[in-house]
């Protein structure tokens, strides 16, 4: 119960990594804002948390906009009366294709949600975290292992997720020192319903530490 007393945000909440996410939150005694641009999932997401005691709720929330960002901000304040401590930036899209397909308009959605999403939460959150003189919170952003390697038929998918590394790197250097740590994980393939888009091709293929500690390409 390390968390007894932290308000959580957690984007794209209403299923896969983001559920479980709050889930693990909850359980460690945090007060969990589900948010996600299904609310109908983001509600069920907070239905599984009921067995822990807190004061958790669902919001409709659509990264990819700054006003919806900004709305989803308003209402924790309004409710709370503080922004939240632990940020979790899980909302993540794949539309995927080889190079040669891909058309642009897949290209700018994928990094206006997953890269674009990412940076607004972060804005955000981070500048309502300094307004109200908090010095201890956490920012967490879900990358990817194909951000840091490539996939086949995700360039798009990749670059958002080296996008978001980078975004990350820096955010971390500049907010340090207000007591704001921005750190990002890198999972390997999870089985989520994102997860079920991807092609066989590119589903299939693993990656694993190798005796020397690299990473490397393998199958499965
Ligand atoms: N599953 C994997 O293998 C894997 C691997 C590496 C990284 N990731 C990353 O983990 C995160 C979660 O992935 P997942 O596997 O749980 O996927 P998922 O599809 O199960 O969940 C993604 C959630 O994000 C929500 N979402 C999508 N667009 C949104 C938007 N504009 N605003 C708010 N919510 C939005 C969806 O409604 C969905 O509930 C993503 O960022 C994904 O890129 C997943």
Known sequence: MALVGRLAFVTGAGSGIGRATCQALARDGASVVAADRNLKNAEETVTLLKEFKENHVSLHLDVGDSSSVNNNLDKILSKYKRPPTIIVNCAGITRDNFVLKLSEEDFDEVLKINLKGTFLVVKQFAQAIVEHGINNASIINVASI?????????????????????????????????????NAVLPGMIATPMLAAVPEKSNNKVFEYDSTGEIRETRR
């Open 146 to 182: 194909v951000g840091k390697y490539g996939n086949i038929g995700q360039a798009n998918y990749s670059a958002s997720k080296a996008g978001v590394e980078r975004l990350t790197r820096t955010a971390s250097l500049e907010l340090g020192d207000k007591g704001i740590r921005v």
